[in-house]
């Protein structure tokens, strides 16, 4: 694409960003910084739609980016110079000046943060029990077949399990299996622990006594944890605002896709296997409902603890230079707010 073609489509495209509205050839030729005729402009116009990257959304109409325009665009954005994510941080409230005393308050302010600066619906992933560091068990018996195994991590995330076993110990001996598996493991990984058992199971030695070898059996039972993060929902009625969305059923799939949650679940988590900011563009979201929207995620967390997704729901014509941006600020504010909680935890 040569540089005079690359300034008519990005033309078209910020002004369908600001407005929503498509543009002609005329009036494009007013904005431009080179003079350039509308008849030159339509027949650019014309090269860009065979490209795929400009649609007419009505006959009479002018010209609008599609989603394939749109990717051109952001991948464009992505591999520019580092974000400037300053131009943002003022219209964030300070993340490290709360002092929630649960990880769900943090994480609940995060993404109404987000929203609030972004004008769309804040997403937020929490972090997968797996990734979690272990901060205590306790083992309680509930039958003679049935007991609880309570994990709490490091970051005061908590998951409860029945274990349905052939003989329940009694629960004194319960818990010296829980003391055993709290000292031998706190601290570490929950998804390394449970490899770890299971290597101790397959290297199973005469040394190991009936209590510890019981907990060595119990414990990778307990530890067989692979449930994604919860995700939490902030700013809904933020859609209602963009133009895009006043068909009400439109709308109202959309917020199917909401309460569902599984969609976007596994669009927050296909982020944090990239470790990088994720764009899905209309269609690219693989679900009717968000043909017309784009939803951007990145992670936090910290290079060798990653915790989380953090993300945006809005229409396909989003300020994405602004989004990305501001997606980044807010995913180092809230790395920064949890490494302060797991201190003080």
Known sequence: ??????????????????????????????????????????????????????????????????????????????????????????????????????????????????????????????????????????????????????????????????????????????NKMAEILNNLFEGNRISKIRKT??????????????????????????????TPGELFIQGRSKLCSFPEFNNQERLKDIYKVFEDKSILTNILISAMDNNDIQIKIGNENQHLALNQCSVVAGTYGSQDYLLGSIGIVGPTRLNYRKIISAIDYSSQKLSFSLGRFLDNS
Do not use: W
């Open 1 to 174: 694409m040569d540089q005079r073609t690359e300034a008519i489509f990005e033309s078209i495209t910020i002004h369908y960003i600001k407005t929503a509205e498509p543009i002609g050839s005329r009036a494009l030729s007013k904005m431009l910084k080179t003079k350039l005729s509308a008849a030159t402009i339509r027949n650019v116009m014309a090269d860009l739609s065979e490209m795929g990257l400009i649609e007419q959304p009505h006959t009479s109409a002018g010209r609008i980016p599609t989603d394939h325009g749109y990717r051109f665009y952001i991948n464009k954005l992505l591999h520019m110079k580092k974000k400037e994510v300053k131009e943002y941080a003022t219209g964030f409230v300070t993340l490290e000046n709360t002092q929630a005393s649960r990880l769900e308050d943090i994480l609940l302010d995060a993404a109404k943060e987000l929203s609030s600066i972004t004008d769309c619906t804040g997403l937020i992933i929490s972090p997968k029990l797996s990734a979690s560091r272990l901060k205590n068990i306790q083992l309680i018996r509930l039958s003679n077949r049935q007991l609880l195994t309570i994990i709490i991590t490091q970051i005061g995330m908590v998951h409860n399990k029945v274990v349905h076993l052939r003989t329940c110990p009694d629960q004194e001996t319960l």
């Open 197 to 226: 058992l299971v290597k101790k199971l397959s290297n199973k030695k005469d040394e190991y006594d009936q209590v510890l070898a019981q907990a060595i059996r119990l414990g990778k039972k307990a530890f067989d944890i692979e």
